[in-house]
């Protein structure tokens, strides 16, 4: 990693501020998919006439807009068998305080996620792995192809069969804008592809040329495969901002700004943040740095992409100080060292609660909402529970 090239105050000064001010919670929308939809039959469903369950454009992203600035398209290939027993049934969800969903109720969340997390311009396709030809078209021009649950026999050989033509075709005709990986699929990988890294066949430059995009592919492969091990919306919806992000020639606000240092960046913009700290804030890091608990903070947050906005709460939570807030005031909002530039989301747009437990919202009630309960955090809508 490139953090370890720069011994000194570099890895502990860059993890902290560019989320501390700016958390707000997810916010879901209910209606998400348009007349597109999966049927069933018998415990089993399949695509209506249209290829896919499309996740439809939210209304206050302009449609003109959303197809002109589209980073690609995703497609969540799931069992072909969906019913309520144990073993169709997703661990996304696990952790909430309702039962499991099923693996098409969990797509459909994911899905939800992807469009929000990308301001709709990222399309989402649902399909099951029953194998006609629609299912598998979608399956082959999706930029990203995400299958989980996928344990039976046949859709098994589904699976292997879309990601070997997937793997030829971007063997003969590469495109940076492709990743594919199988989720809860058993213990095999089935080898993930992402960018112009192939986990089953490996470029020399992917270990030796850690400036290389083959590097930078196989290090989000293996962030991408421990975000989707968390097993929740949030983190899975990250992963696919950080690959669309890398590689598909433009940028998502939700994660294009990085105060981590990386080899992405390249040693002139990391070289140029580094004299912008030390120049702009050099008191404040030096007071954070000698203290215990901030800079515990700063090297559990080292240790961290704080892109993940998640996880960075929660670890800034364990440590808040005055240090630590004077520290991420000057980096962040006063001199604004990484040009951050991001706007708020637009998406989703939902409209504000009125009413909670029989009696009208006031600014105490909301308060007492987002803070939640100490004694039951199953109704608390702070990070560290809501995520």
Same mark, same amino acid.
């Not at 916010?27 to 415990?43: A, C, M, T, W």
């Not at 199988?182 to 040329?209: K, R």
């Not at 996880?311 to 939570?317: A, E, G, H, L, P």
């Given at each position: ?10 890895? %502990? ?13 997810? *916010?879901? +929308? /209910? ?29 206050? #992203? /302009? +449609?003109?807009? $959303? ?20 073993? %169709? ?13 099923? %693996?098409?109720?969990?797509? +459909? ?17 649902? #399909? ?42 971007? $063997? ?11 989720? +809860? ?10 960018? /112009? ?41 990250? $992963? ?25 960046k390249g040693i002139v913009q990391n070289a140029k943040e580094i004299f912008a700290m030390i ?33 960075? %709460? ?35 747009? #939902?409209? /504000?609660?009125?009413?909670? *437990? ?30």
């Open positions: 990693m490139m953090k370890t090239l720069i011994s000194w105050s570099l890895p %502990y000064i860059l993890v902290l501020t560019k989320r501390t001010s700016s958390f707000s919670p997810i *916010r879901l +929308e /209910p209606r998400i998919f348009s007349n597109k939809s999966l049927q069933s039959n018998r415990g089993h469903y399949h695509l209506s006439s249209s290829l896919s369950s499309t996740l439809s454009s939210h209304p206050t #992203v /302009p +449609e003109a807009f $959303a197809e002109e600035n589209k980073l690609g398209s995703v497609t969540l290939l799931i069992p072909s068998t969906n019913d309520d027993t144990t073993v %169709y049934k997703s661990k996304f969800g696990a952790k909430s305080p309702v039962s499991r969903p099923t %693996y098409l109720s969990a797509a +459909e969340q994911l899905a939800r996620k992807i469009s929000h997390f990308s301001d709709g311009r990222i399309s989402t396709n649902v #399909v099951s792995a029953s194998g006609n030809d629609d299912e598998k078209e979608t399956c082959l021009k999706a930029n990203a192809l995400i299958a989980f649950g996928l344990t039976s026999p046949a859709d098994i050989r589904f699976l292997s069969e879309i990601f070997r033509e997937r793997r030829t075709k971007q $063997a003969f005709s590469p495109t940076p804008n492709t990743c594919q990986f199988a989720v +809860e699929c058993g213990t095999h990988t089935y080898a993930p592809i992402v960018g /112009p890294y192939d986990e089953a066949n490996p470029s020399i430059f992917a270990t030796l040329a850690p400036w290389s995009d083959e590097a930078s592919g196989k290090r989000l492969a293996e962030q991408m495969n421990d975000l989707f091990k968390k097993q929740t919306s949030d983190e899975f919806a990250l $992963a696919l901002m950080l690959f669309f992000n890398r590689f598909s020639g433009d940028n998502v606000p939700w994660v294009q700004h990085s105060i981590d240092v990386t080899w992405e120049t702009k804030c050099g008191p404040c890091i030096a007071k954070c740095l000698s203290d215990d608990n901030c800079s515990q903070c700063i090297k559990a947050l080292d240790k961290i992409d704080t892109r993940d906005q998640v996880t960075s %709460y929660r670890t800034i939570v364990s440590f808040e100080s005055e240090l630590l807030r004077d520290f991420s005031l000057c980096i962040l909002q006063k001199n604004n060292i990484f040009e951050c530039k991001a706007e708020i989301p637009t998406l989703p747009k #939902v409209k /504000p609660l009125s009413t909670f *437990r029989g009696r009208d919202v006031t600014t105490e009630t909301a308060r007492g909402i987002i803070i939640g309960h100490l004694a039951d955090t199953k109704e608390s809508l702070e990070v560290g529970t809501f995520a």
